[in-house]
């Protein structure tokens, strides 16, 4: 079993200013082993596997020991901000693709391009860790942003999942409202999503890109009808009231297929085992809508997030080290499975394969089912790309609890993004 992105189609291919003299890590004196620093986000099962892979990593590496330092996703960025500046960042941390054109920018990382090895690794899903010719990150691993349906609901409601081979915007509003209106709306049809990778394919599906080299790609009418979308949902009662819909905020705890209080919702696959449990039910990954005259799907695989490494890091070697074991180990992968994505190394992948759980296999065969669909990985985006998200819902909610109309807010959020971009 395999996943291959647009141009892997003959092979097994897997988803196939700063200086740097600040101290990343202590120890390392020759009278002990050498202490790397590590940082990343997450929720306390990531935490757990992460953990659980550092032990293998020390117990083949005794000459090191890690330092983890891990918090939710909400603080991580303010805290590794702040460590940078003092030239006190960790040796290794995780890095999302909104950030790393930032953190590249100011010299902050360290080229891996020699010192871990990408042979295994997918070259296109590769290329997106690429800053200024630099492989500044090494993928964790690949997922993309789909639909998720919780069957159960869909059930309980009698109405039949949709063709995700050709459904449209009109149908995905149109189920929804039926699976709410069926329900009593003791479950919804759908949940606002004010996800950037929403609006990426969205603009896609029109000829748009989200991002250009001067900014924002997505025009103020994308933008309009994007809002005015969600907008629908929520007044024909296919998604929750306002208030309901920014209390769920964009959590994946929160997520209505994930207590079974929904029908669809728009969540990154890597993402589909945490729902899967929580929900109790069977849940299934779908093609987002499109519109009817749409080129292209619009939809594409990405980077969960990175490895990246300080390049002000005493200990470059080992934290290179580090991340070559994070994702070209098969034990390593076989323990974290999904979690940050699929694994990128097409040997890793098929070492582990047969072992996945359900909702990894699920998303595999996914992966395979829209190959031939897929925009290529992108590419890091503009400086302050970083701040897009939390501007986009907080434009969102100003729509939805009338506030703003969706043109208003679209001008507003365009005006604001080109000052924040650069």
């Not at 003299?21 to 050498?34: F, I, K, L, N, Q």
């Not at 996703?73 to 950030?99: C, G, N």
């Not at 090895?117 to 997922?143: F, K, M, R, W, Y």
């Not at 992948?349 to 909702?359: K, R």
Request: glycine share 8%; net charge negative; with cysteine.
């Amino acid at each position: 079993m395999s996943y291959r992105t647009r141009s892997s189609f003959t092979a097994l291919l897997v988803v196939t200013a700063l200086t740097a003299t600040a101290c990343g890590g202590d120890g390392g004196s020759g009278d002990g082993p050498v202490e790397l620093r590590v940082a990343w986000w997450g929720n306390d099962s990531r935490h757990e596997l992460t953990e659980e892979v550092i032990a293998l990593f020390e117990d083949r590496n005794p000459d090191i020991r890690i330092e983890p330092e891990y918090t939710d996703f909400t603080p991580y960025y303010d805290r590794l901000t702040t460590q940078v500046a003092s030239r006190e960042a960790p040796d290794v941390f995780a890095i999302e693709i909104r950030r790393l054109g930032e953190f590249a920018d100011n010299d902050i990382l360290a080229d891996l391009s020699d010192s871990v090895d990408t042979t295994e690794l997918d070259p296109d899903v590769l290329a997106s860790g690429v800053v200024d010719d630099l492989q500044v990150g090494i993928p964790t691993g690949a997922n993309t942003f789909a639909l998720m349906a919780n069957t159960a609901v869909f059930a309980e409601a009698g109405v039949d999942l949709p063709d995700d081979t050709t459904w449209t915007w009109d149908d995905y509003l149109d189920i929804s409202t039926r699976v709410s209106e069926a329900t009593g709306r003791e479950a919804f049809g759908s949940q606002p999503s004010f996800n950037d990778a929403f609006l990426k394919i969205y603009a896609e599906q029109r000829g748009e890109q989200m991002y250009t080299e001067d900014g924002i790609g997505a025009s103020a009418g994308t933008l309009t009808d994007w809002f005015q979308l969600q907008l629908d949902h929520i007044e024909a009662g296919a998604s929750p009231d306002a208030a309901l819909s920014a209390e769920l905020g964009s959590s994946v705890e929160n997520a209505l297929v994930a207590t079974n209080d929904g029908a669809l919702g728009m969540w990154w696959s890597n993402q589909l085992s945490t729902i899967s449990i929580s929900s109790g039910e069977t849940v299934e990954l779908l093609r987002l809508p499109r519109f009817a005259d749409a080129e292209a799907s619009g939809m594409f695989l990405q980077p969960s997030m990175f490895w990246s490494s300080f390049s002000g890091s005493q200990h470059p070697e080992e934290a290179a080290r580090f991340i070559d074991f994070m994702v070209n180990d098969p034990d390593a992968g076989a323990i974290q499975g999904s979690d940050r994505g699929l694994p990128v190394n097409g040997a890793v992948l098929e070492s582990i394969q047969d072992g996945l759980p359900e909702a990894d296999v699920a998303s595999l065969t996914f992966f395979n089912e829209i190959a031939e669909e897929l925009s290529a990985a992108p590419t890091a985006p503009p400086l302050g790309a970083g701040d897009i998200p939390d501007m986009l819902e907080r434009y969102g909610h100003e729509v939805i609890f009338g506030n703003m109309s969706p043109g208003e807010a679209a001008e507003s959020f365009l005006e604001e993004a080109e000052g924040a971009l650069s």
